[in-house]
């Protein structure tokens, strides 16, 4: 298989899973302590950050998958999925218009 389409299916799927880790660690952490609820998200993503950091150091030492095409293809494809979800979730959210009454 060619290095190039192997580095971009692995960081395409190594973005995906950190997205969706991320999400579902963040939820399950907000709904289960109100307190430290910012301390341990926090504390999630330092740990899913060292996590990729390790996963892309060991992509140096393999030669038969281009790690600069999986480096660029993960940070693109997780922004990506970052800008979806935040505009879901604007989408979501829209305040309500308030009509005007006459007078």
Avoid: D
């Avoid at 963040?26 to 993503?45: C, E």
């Avoid at 693109?76 to 007078?103: D, G, N, S």
């Amino acid at each position: 298989m060619n290095p190039i389409l192997l580095g971009i299916m692995i960081g395409v799927v190594l973005a995906l899973l950190n997205f969706i880790a991320s999400g579902f660690y963040s939820s399950r952490i907000v709904t289960q302590s109100k307190m430290t609820s910012v301390v341990l998200v926090l504390l999630g993503f330092i740990g899913r950050l060292t996590m990729i950091g390790i996963i892309f150091y060991g992509l140096t030492k393999v030669k038969w998958i281009h790690f600069q095409a999986s480096l660029i293809t993960f940070v693109i494809f997780f922004t990506l999925c970052a800008i979806w979800k935040a505009t879901r979730v604007y989408r979501e959210a829209k305040p309500l218009v308030k009509q005007q009454t006459e007078m």
